[in-house]
C-alpha cells in the first residue's frame, strides 16, 4: 500500500517536457536565383550552421534531420502551440494543409540530414526549393505553396527515432508570392510621341503646304497672268517673227524707209525727217527707178 | 528678260541638284528595299499588332527612291532644253512624289512610337501570342524563340514577365517551367545545358536580360532609315524645288 502510493506520488509529479531550443537563425531568400519567387514556389537558403552549436542531443548529425515549416498567416501560431506534439509531423498532412473550413495552414517536409549541411560548404550555390513536389499528395511532400499567399518558413532540427522536434529556428520574415497579373491590364494606348515624329510631321506637312502654295503662286503668274500684261518686254509680238525696227520697201513707188511701230518706244536710230540730206541718199530717181545709174559721190 | 548669263548659271545649278537628287532617290530605293527585307526577321512583331506601317513606309519610299531618280533624269532633260511645258510637268510630277513620300516618312515614325514606345505592345503580345496555336500564335512563337537563342535574352523586360504575369505559355505547361526553355542556355548540339538550373534561375545557366532593347533598337533603325533619311531627302527636294520654280519662272 505504501509503495502503492509512493509510486502514484511519483507518477503524480510532474514530468518535465523537453523544451525546444530555438536557434538564433532565420530561413532567407537565395537572392541570387532568378526564380527565387514564383507564384507557388519559393527558393530558400540552405540550413548551414544553425543547429551545429547544439549540445546534449540525443541523435548525432548522421541521424538528426531538418525539417521545414511552411506556414501561412494562423499556420505560425497553430504549429508553435503543437510543435511539443510528438506526432507532429503527420498532424497537418500536406494535401489538407490548405483546404477545408479551418485549415491548419501549416504543414511540414523533409530537407535533409543535418549532415548533409555542414558549416562551410563544399560548394557553392546551395539552395532549397520550397515546392519543388509540385502537386502531391503525401503528407510530407514539398509541395506548393498556395498561389498569392505571403509565407513563412522555419527550419526544425528532428529526431528521426522519436520524430520529435528538438530544435527550430526563428520564423522568416513573410515572403509575398506572386499573384498573376492580367496582361490586359497592361495599357497599350498611348505611348507617348518621340522627338523625332513630331519633328517629322510638322515639318515636312508645312513644306508640302509651302510647296504647293509656290506651285499655285508660280503657276498663277507665269499661265495666266502673262496674257493681261503689255508685251513691252515681249520681243515682236505686234508684227509676229519681224524684229527688223527698220527696213525698205522695195516695191513702193516713193520708197521711204518703213519705221515698224513696234519699235515706237525704243527708237535709237535717226528718222527719214533726221537724215542728213547728202546726195548719196537721194541715189534713186523715182523717175528712172527702174534704170540705175552711178553717179559719182 | 533676265540676262542670259544669269539663265545658264540657274540652268547648270538646276542639272546638278537634280543630279544629285537623283543619286539620293536611288540611294532611298535601296535603304527601303533593306527594311524591307526585314533582314531580323522581326516582322511578326509588328504585324500581329496591325500596326505595320514601318514596313509600309519602306514599301512606298522604294516606290518614291526609283521615281525621285527617274524624274530628276527628266529634270535634266527639260532644264537643258529650256522649255516651259516640260518644267512644268516635271514640278507637278515631283511634287506629287513629294507628297507620297511624306506620307512614308510620317506614317514610318508614328507607328514606330506605336510599337516600342513602351514595353506594354511587346510584352502583352508576348504573353498572349507565345506558344498559341494559331497562325499569329505560331509566328510569334517562332519570332521569339529565334530572338531568345540570337540574341541571349528572355521575357521582354526580364525573364520575371514570365512569372509575374499569366500568359498562354503559363496556361497550357503550368508551373513547372517558370519560362520557355529557350530562355535557357543551350550546349552546340542544341541540347539545353542544365535544365535543372534553368528552372531555379541560375544566372549562369540562362539568359537573364530583357529582349525589349533589341526588338526597340531595330523597329528603331528600320524606322530611323526610313523616315530620318526619307525627311532629308524631303528637304534638300524641297529647296531644289524651289529653285526649279524660279528658273521655270525666267524661261521664254
Sequence with gaps: MEVYLVLCFICMLPIPAKSITTVDCKPAINESLAAKITINTVILQQPRCCFDNLTN??????????????????????????????????????????????????????????????????????????????????????????????????????????????????????????????PGTLGDGFAGRSGAMVIITTLLSVAAAVLLLFLIVVLALCCCGGKSKGSGSVVGSVMGSFRIPRYDTHHLKDPAPYDNPAYEKERKYTTQDTLPKTKATSAVNPVTQDTIKLQKI | MASRGGLTWLMIIVILCNAFAAAAGLALFALAIWVAVDGYKLYPISGVSGKD??????????????????????????????????????????????????????????????????????KKQMLQYYAEDSTKGREITKTWNKVMQDVECCGTDSPLDWVEYNSTFRQLYGTTYPWPLNCCKRLSSFEVADSQGCIIGQTSTMFTRGCFTHIESVLSRYTWAVSWYGFSVQMFVFFMLLIAMVYFTQLG
Design chain 1, 57 to 182: 542531443l540525443p541523435c548525432t548529425s548522421n541521424t538528426c534531420e531538418i525539417w521545414l515549416v511552411p506556414a501561412v498567416d494562423t499556420g505560425l501560431s497553430t504549429f508553435d502551440a503543437n510543435k511539443a506534439s510528438s506526432a507532429i509531423l503527420s498532424l497537418s498532412p500536406y494535401p489538407t494543409a490548405f483546404t477545408g473550413s479551418s485549415p491548419a495552414n501549416y504543414f511540414l517536409t523533409k530537407v535533409g540530414l543535418q549532415s548533409d549541411f555542414p558549416c562551410v560548404s563544399p560548394s557553392p550555390g546551395g539552395y532549397f526549393r520550397v515546392g519543388a513536389d509540385g502537386a502531391c499528395s503525401t503528407t510530407n511532400c514539398n509541395g506548393f505553396l498556395p498561389q498569392g499567399s505571403s509565407p513563412s518558413f522555419k527550419y526544425l532540427l528532428v529526431d528521426s527515432v522519436n520524430k520529435t522536434v528538438l530544435a527550430e529556428t526563428k520564423w522568416s520574415d513573410s515572403i509575398a508570392l506572386y499573384t498573376l497579373k492580367d
Design chain 2, 53 to 122: 506601317d514601318i514596313f509600309a513606309g519602306a514599301w512606298i519610299a522604294i516606290f518614291t527612291g526609283f521615281a525621285y531618280f527617274c524624274t530628276c533624269i527628266f529634270g535634266i532633260y527639260a532644264a537643258r532644253k529650256q522649255r516651259r511645258s516640260l518644267m512644268l510637268a516635271y514640278l507637278i510630277i515631283m511634287f506629287i512624289i513629294f507628297i507620297f513620300e511624306c506620307a512614308s516618312c510620317i506614317t514610318a515614325a508614328t507607328n514606330r512610337d506605336y510599337l516600342v514606345g513602351n514595353s506594354n505592345v511587346v
